[in-house]
């Protein structure tokens, strides 16, 4: 017991001083202006080649690069069964599929989270646009962009990569 509480305090100020060396990291902390922490306050970090051993290249590609796949092509869009959208990556439940809805953009379409703190929100201003980022909470995957102009209740779309998610039937 005593080995595995040292082991876990190691983790830790690795973690700790991991933090302070990064400022982009920290940076990015800065703008999930939510300040919620993750669900279970649990966190997935991983190396870029960690990564690289679990997901698909197009799955990386979104996740890890922020990249966006090609509307329409998610098989996902098809998906009107009861059930639940898990992060690809780490498992991490993010969707209801109660609460999602055609937006007729070719990507995944939802109104709000399956709880709270599933996604954090950071400011995107890559290619000269002013976006909401969307990233999983639990490993900061890159998920896509949450906008203003979706149903009610909540008025908001969040617009997912459907290759950055998992569904699994209830
Ligand atoms: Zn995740």
Not at 17 to 45: D, F, H, I, R
Not at 116 to 139: I, L, P, Q, T
């Amino acid at each position: 017991m005593k080995l595995i509480i040292s082991s876990l305090t190691a983790v830790a100020i690795f973690i700790s001083l991991a933090c302070q060396t990064n400022s982009s990291a920290k940076e990015n902390t800065a703008l999930y202006e939510q300040g919620q922490t993750p669900p279970g306050g649990k966190k997935v970090v991983k190396t870029n080649a960690e990564w690289k051993k679990i997901l698909t290249p197009d799955q990386y590609a979104v996740l890890r690069e922020h990249g966006t796949e090609r509307a329409g092509t998610s098989p996902l869009l098809n998906v009107h069964e009861d059930g639940t959208f898990y992060c690809a990556a780490c498992k991490n439940p993010l969707f209801a599929e109660k609460t999602k809805f055609e937006s007729g953009t070719g990507w995944p379409s939802f109104y709000e989270p399956i709880t709270k703190n599933a996604v954090k929100v950071a400011k995107d201003n890559s290619y000269g646009m002013e976006r909401d980022e969307v990233v999983c909470a639990v490993c900061d995957g890159h998920l896509g962009h949450v906008f203003n102009d979706g149903p009610k209740p909540t008025g908001l779309r969040y617009c997912m990569n459907g290759v950055a998610m998992t569904f699994q039937k209830k």
